[in-house]
């Protein structure tokens, strides 16, 4: 809704209402058309301002409207019978003013902000450009190259950057609605054309189509396959160069493609996502809004290699207080160099004094007593994780939370090692960890509640975005992944190169295949923990390595490479080969051609032509399937679980939603069929075997993703 009020005699004061965010819903729409009519028609009203409830201006179109069919008042003549009106109109923008909210804001003929205000046109975050007028209006205010950056990035600018734009007119410290009553009041019976964006051409910017060439480019590179920027880059062009109208029928005309796109349905689904995930619930039935967080104020990790160091950074840079201890005085040395290094350069970049002081460094795990909360970063190795948390238990003041940040280690063993078990869950960070988003939470069966709303609530204060997962080997991300990387090295054996299945998993829309992924990382990691798992130990009596291991097939290929020492970049070799040691451009390397040749030979397997197809079913579909067992276990709450963890910390192409979003995109029958299909070709391979959560939901008439809970809930209470 929008209220409407007469103000300062003969103001005319609209307010969107509609909370949390001023949503532009059909009934605020339906009020805001409402409410310009009624004060263009008072003649006691002489100007108008626009402002938004509860301290927020608007967070742009109802997204939740995207999904159904469209009803209320369109947006485009909305605004435009603000921006024609005989009357001054004056937005009044705190909060956000984003989307559909921004260009309504173009619309009016003056733009005031509160200096706290964020303002940007994120749609193509979405899918989708700025088709209310958006893409016409902003280059005309501000000019082609600003526009371009705003509209194809999607990024938010700050009050004083849109200031200095020219995207709004004033900023102020003040009440905005009072000092745009105050404004408005000013403008009355003042010339209005030169005010109306639309009315101008765009400011002469010289090289205009090498600019939009050169931005094209880069946004296609930058897009992995996403169609929204590039639209954006075309709708900004029609701005550019031709009359409002003509760039307006363009501007529908792009969005008329978008709008219905897959992609579309894909982003906006992360959207929603990406904040149901902080609605958590435990299996006992505790839940995010009735566990109460215990206080944190002091914390400390304990391990500074490169995964403590970035842990350490990013508390300190949230504000909290870091103990950072490392039990090797030269390695303690190294670890401070490289965190100050690192929170100067983080402070550089976002114009801040680096929070050097925040981090106090000791070979000393006695000095960890008094922190509210502590992560374990030691070594991968459990015997040295299970003498971390006895000695932490010992030393720890009660109610201290204890952490580990293992990728894949027993949480609920390291649990049974304490005083407190209830106090203890996974905090696993994603390497960087100062720079990667997800952190995924894990509790153990005996990890109480109030523990993990404590880690969710840290979480969110270091900006990372927390999923609360349950205990496993490989917990969400790692479990699936290792049926990705397993297909990948099966197709090296039947016929493929590391480059054929890198470039469909890139065409795919990863910014790297697993292959590019493996040499940028480390190959060596992977070994020490196949080689812990019992895995890549050769047979002593023929010295290789079996292809069968306990009871399925397995593929050494990747521990052979290793014992070449080829661990990847660091080594100048990997699955490609590198100008140097540390050069990060590989080339396909004839080397390894050859060592699957002989390979091959060597175990009488046959090379087959393997297309792209293959690869992406094969790859996705065996993790996607771990997916699903992993919801029929209750590791993940929800689908959307698993799709944020992908996409947060496993460069899972976003415009492609998550890998059980694409399943759900692909169609439930045809995943278990081609998974069928695969595991009749592969019988020895289990995780080709659709599992049984998978076959109920198409038994159940593949329902909408939306609904798997649903359908999870009546199969489990069925069972
Ligand atoms: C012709 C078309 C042209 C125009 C296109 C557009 O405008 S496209 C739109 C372009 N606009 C954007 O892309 C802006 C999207 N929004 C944002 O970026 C942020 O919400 C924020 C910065 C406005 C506030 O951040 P914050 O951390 O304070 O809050 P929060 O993020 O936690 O959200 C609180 C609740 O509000 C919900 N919700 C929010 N926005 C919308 C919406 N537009 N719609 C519906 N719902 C929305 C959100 O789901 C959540 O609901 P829940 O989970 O409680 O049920």
Redesign the pocket.
């Known amino acids: 809704m929008a209220a409407f009020a007469r103000v300062s005699g003969s103001v005319g004061l609209i307010t969107l209402q509609n909370p949390?965010?001023n949503?532009?819903s059909a009934a605020v729409r339906q009020g805001i058309v409402d409410s310009v009519q009624r004060a263009l028609r008072e003649p006691e009203v002489k100007c108008v301002v626009i402002c938004g409830q509860n301290g927020?201006f608007c967070?742009?179109?109802?997204?939740?409207e995207f999904s159904g069919p469209m009803s209320g008042p369109p947006?485009i003549p909305m605004i435009h019978s603000i921006e024609v009106a005989a009357k001054p109109v004056v937005a009044a923008i705190e909060g956000?003013a984003?989307?559909?909210?921004l260009?309504i804001a173009l619309g009016c003929h003056y733009r005031i902000a509160h200096s706290k205000t964020?303002l940007g046109l994120?749609?193509v975050?979405?899918g989708?450009l700025?088709?209310?007028g958006?893409s016409q209006r902003l280059p005309r205010l501000i000019g082609v190259p600003a526009a371009l950056d705003l509209i194809t990035t999607g990024r938010h600018v700050t009050a004083a950057e849109a200031l200095q734009l020219g995207m709004v007119d004033q900023v102020t410290d003040r009440n905005v609605t009072d000092v745009a009553v105050k404004f408005a009041l000013s403008v009355v019976g003042k010339p209005l054309d030169a005010r109306r964006i639309s009315m101008h051409s765009c400011p002469h910017s010289p090289d205009l189509d090498e600019l939009f060439e050169r931005t094209m480019q880069h946004v296609r590179q930058r897009a992995r396959g996403a169609i929204a920027p590039v639209a954006c880059v075309q709708a900004v062009r029609a701005a550019a160069t031709l009359p409002y109208a003509q760039g307006m029928e363009k501007e529908r005309e792009l969005?008329a493609t978008l709008f219905t796109s897959g992609q579309a349905r894909a982003l906006q689904y992360c959207?929603?996502a990406q904040?149901?995930i902080g609605r958590w619930s435990m299996p006992s039935g505790a839940r995010w809004d009735t566990s109460k967080p215990r206080p944190v104020h002091k914390t400390a990790v304990i391990g500074l290699g490169t995964m403590g160091r970035g842990i350490a950074v990013t508390l300190a840079q949230a504000g909290f207080p870091v103990i950072a201890v490392e039990n090797h005085e030269k390695q303690l040395m190294e670890a401070k160099q490289a965190i100050s290094g690192m929170l100067e350069r983080g402070a550089k970049r976002r114009g801040v004094t680096p929070v050097l002081n925040k981090i106090t460094y000791s070979r000393d795990i006695q000095s960890v007593a008094n922190a509210d909360l502590v992560i374990e970063a030691v070594f991968e190795d459990m015997a040295l994780k299970e003498k971390v948390f006895q000695q932490l238990s010992a030393i720890c003041k009660p109610g201290a939370l204890l952490c580990t940040n293992t990728s894949g280690l027993n949480v609920d063993h390291l649990a049974s090692q304490v005083r407190n078990p209830e106090l203890v869950v996974g905090m696993h960070f994603f390497a960087p960890a100062h720079v990667m988003k997800l952190l995924e939470v894990v509790y153990g069966p005996r990890s109480s509640p109030e523990a993990l709303a404590t880690a969710m609530a840290v979480g969110k204060k270091i900006g990372k975005v927390s999923v609360a997962v349950g205990n496993c080997q490989g917990f969400v991300g790692n479990r699936m992944l290792e049926h990705y990387m397993e297909q990948a090295l099966f197709l090296l054996e039947e016929g493929a190169t590391p480059e054929l299945v890198d470039q469909a998993l890139e065409e795919f829309g990863f910014a790297m295949g697993v292959f590019r992924v493996s040499d940028l990382s480390g190959l060596d990691i992977g070994w020490r923990i196949r080689k812990g798992k019992g895995l890549a130990v050769p047979d002593p009596t023929t010295g290789q390595t079996a292809r069968v291991q306990q009871g399925r097939r397995y593929s050494p290929v990747a521990d052979l490479i290793c014992e070449q020492g080829r661990f990847g970049q660091k080594t100048g070799q990997g699955w490609y080969q590198y100008n140097t040691p540390g050069s990060r451009v590989g080339k396909p390397d004839p080397w390894v051609h050859n060592f699957l040749k002989d390979y091959r030979a060597q175990h009488g397997l046959v090379a087959r032509r393997i297309d792209h197809q293959e690869v992406l079913e094969r790859c996705l579909y065996s993790m996607i399937n771990e997916g699903f067992r992993i919801l029929e276990d209750g590791i993940a709450a929800g689908p959307e679980d698993i799709d944020v963890i992908y996409v947060f910390g496993y460069n899972w192409p976003r415009h492609r939603g998550g890998p059980m979003f694409y399943a759900h995109m692909v169609g439930l029958p045809k995943v278990l069929e081609r998974l069928e299909h695969y595991h009749q070709a592969h019988p020895d391979v289990p995780s080709l075997q659709p599992c049984n959560l998978l076959r109920k939901l198409v038994a159940n008439g593949s329902p909408p993703i939306q609904k798997w809970k649903e359908v999870m809930k009546k199969i489990n209470s069925r069972l």
Do not use: C, H, N, Q
């Open positions: 949390p965010v949503a532009l927020i967070g742009g179109a109802d997204i939740r947006l956000s984003l989307g559909g909210g260009e964020r994120p749609e975050t979405l989708l700025p088709a209310a958006g969005m959207f929603f904040r149901a």
